[in-house]
């Protein structure tokens, strides 16, 4: 088995040249902040990660997951320790509010911490990543009364946190909620919450002392669709006036999923009411809660995508390992090894699968963390312009990373199996739960069919520029933005291969754009039916955008005497995706515009 080591020259590189950390560090907001403190933040991360949850991880897949009687979830006991020394250390604390005990850092810093979390375990740092989903939620839409009772010890980790939308009949389509609340009788303006909820992730467990739960409902005589809809804190233990924890809440785990994988995360079925009705205080306004409850969304969306990074990053590092010890055959083309035999890493094709799967996982690293540099831009900048701007990418974004990384994290964690050979298909080898626990990324948090007719859609055919009427304005001029990079860049003497191979890549991307603006209106099924490539058209150019401009600047270290072999292997891997994934942007904007008559084009369904 081998061991997780945090990428730590890529992600600071990425985070200083590619997100912009120097100037996100020159905000008022950060003012407390500086470039050392975050290096030490990422050393002492990257330690604490390999150190600490990456062991766990494989006692939460096979060894000991966790156990559910009667209502009651256990967890490992190494995993409870983790928990704590996680808690204690103020990792979980990291991402909170000052106001509330958090440390206030910039997001970037935050995604880069998290993205070793995932890596070590994804399953592991779903608690923390749900509780601050929550945290987010109750921040932005909740009273100042549940702020100051909820928040610091959420923050913290003392009580978890989770989501409760999903009904054994209501998945994606949320107007199918039931699960209902009434006003209680003692009319002290709190609710009695009755209903099941599934697929609730770490819904129960032994670590944290309290949890508590945002959940959908319905108001009595409320509006049958999405509007009826209201959001509710529902703790596990009732809170009293001094802080302590009260009686149990009438709610119970009534069962725990058995999964394919992220096995070591409890995923529960929630009841609530099965006696009185469980007690629930209204977030917000009546009626709005799945707007409430999207601002935790968008918050998952984008970690979710981290996790695609993560695991994708922990599959290759897994692969690397093997590769480089096991002996296996004499190498093509190499004489020499048939007397001394060589590993597996020299074989061609091997090597083109590593080449495949870093390559990949440096272009989901880049997006992700120029999402996340910008989300600072648009939370704390100064500059009006720049915070529009910013915020815009960042809703571009949002469902390139949730879907692209998520689906390219399945096909990465294959290949690392490829890798491994038969042995990646036994589970004792390590590398098949990589594949197992990034199954379910591309699932949850908003399908990637889901991801795709929203970047389509809403973020493309749909916006509009109130201002110039223009429809897909920020779409348009980012795109705009890589052609002109690549027109550029295809002058280098030196990259000047990769300048063009985005060049065509960036013309397939923009062409297929104005397809979509003008199919979208009149024939919305048909674009929809290309929509899941066109997501993956657009984060094959976007990450192709971010590795070209990677490779111009190793370059420009190179150029000024950095002798770090690091500059040269960014140069390469630029080259290996440009020559590799770049080239193939033709063929999916063929398959976009050309594909989704195909699906649609018949008098009679085959089906």
């Not at 699932?443 to 109130?466: L, P, S, W």
């Not at 348009?476 to 000047?496: N, P, S, T, V």
């Not at 033709?586 to 369904?605: T, W």
């Amino acid at each position: 088995m081998s061991t997780y080591a945090a990428p730590l020259k890529d992600m600071r590189f990425l985070m200083n040249e590619i997100a912009g950390l120097k100037d996100i560090l020159n905000l008022p907001a950060f003012a407390e902040i500086d470039a050392d403190t975050v290096d030490s933040i990422l050393d002492e991360a990257a330690k604490f990660a390999t150190e600490q949850i990456d062991p766990i991880n494989i006692i939460g897949d096979r060894q000991n997951p966790p156990k559910w009687d009667n209502g009651v979830v256990t967890v490992s006991p190494e995993y409870k320790s983790v928990y704590k020394q996680f808690c204690e250390n103020g990792w979980h604390a990291m991402p909170g509010d000052p106001e509330y005990g958090g440390q206030g850092l910039p997001n970037l810093v935050n995604f880069a911490v998290n993205e070793m979390w995932r890596s070590a375990s994804i399953a592991f740092a779903l608690c923390p990543m749900l509780t601050m989903g929550a945290v987010h939620a109750i921040e932005h839409h909740a009273s100042d009364e549940i702020k100051q009772k909820y928040l610091p010890k959420m923050v913290d980790g003392t009580w978890g946190g989770t989501m409760n939308l999903t009904e054994p009949q209501a998945g994606s389509d949320l107007t199918a909620i039931r699960t209902k609340a009434v006003p209680d009788p003692s009319g002290d303006g709190t609710y009695r919450i009755t209903g099941t909820k599934i697929f609730i992730t770490w819904g129960e467990h032994d670590m944290a002392e309290n949890i508590v739960h945002l959940v959908l409902a319905r108001l009595p005589d409320s509006d049958p669709g999405l509007k009826g809809i209201s959001l509710f804190v529902v703790p596990k233990f009732l809170v009293n006036d001094d802080g302590s924890l009260g009686e149990r809440n009438d709610l119970i785990c009534s069962a725990i999923e058995h999964k394919l994988g992220i096995k070591g995360s409890v995923t529960s079925v929630m009841s609530y009411g099965d006696k009185v009705g469980a007690k629930g205080w209204l977030v917000g306004k009546a009626g709005g809660g799945v707007a409430y409850m999207f601002t935790m969304m968008n918050h998952a969306r984008i970690h979710v995508g981290l996790e695609g990074i993560s695991v994708a990053e922990r599959s290759y590092q897994h692969a690397l390992t093997y590769a480089r010890e096991r002996i296996q055959g004499a190498i093509i083309g190499d004489e020499e090894s048939k007397k001394t035999p060589k590993p597996i890493l020299f074989h061609p094709d091997v090597r083109r699968l590593l080449m495949d799967m870093k390559a990949r996982v440096e272009a989901l690293r880049a997006i992700g963390y120029f999402a996340a540099g910008n989300m600072d831009l648009a939370k704390f900048s100064n500059d009006p312009a720049v915070q529009k701007k910013a915020q815009a990418y960042v809703e571009l974004l949002t469902p390139v990373v949730k879907g692209w990384s998520t689906d390219s994290s399945i096909e990465i964690a294959s290949e690392g199996i490829q890798v491994h050979g038969g042995t990646g298909f036994i589970e004792e080898t390590g590398a098949a739960q990589y594949m197992r626990d990034a199954r379910i990324t591309s699932i949850y948090e908003g399908t990637t069919a889901i991801q795709a007719n929203d970047y389509i859609g809403r973020k493309t055919a749909r916006e509009v520029n109130k201002e110039t009427g223009e429809v897909g304005f920020t779409a348009r001029a980012m795109y705009k933005d890589i052609a002109a990079f690549a027109d550029e860049l295809a002058k280098d003497a030196e990259l000047g291969d990769i300048g063009k191979n985005l060049q065509e890549a960036a013309k397939a991307l923009i062409d297929t754009t104005e397809w979509a603006v003008k199919t979208y209106g009149p024939e919305p099924q048909v674009a929809s039916a290309g929509s899941v490539p066109y997501l993956k058209l657009g984060g094959i150019v976007i990450g192709g955008w971010l590795m070209a401009k990677s490779a111009q600047i190793a370059r420009q270290k190179i150029a000024a005497g950095d002798t770090d072999g690091y500059y040269k292997g960014k140069i390469a891997t630029t080259r290996y995706y440009a020559r590799h994934w770049l080239v193939q942007a033709d063929a999916v904007a063929r398959e976009i515009m050309e594909g989704g008559p195909s699906v649609f084009g018949l008098d009679e369904p085959l089906f």
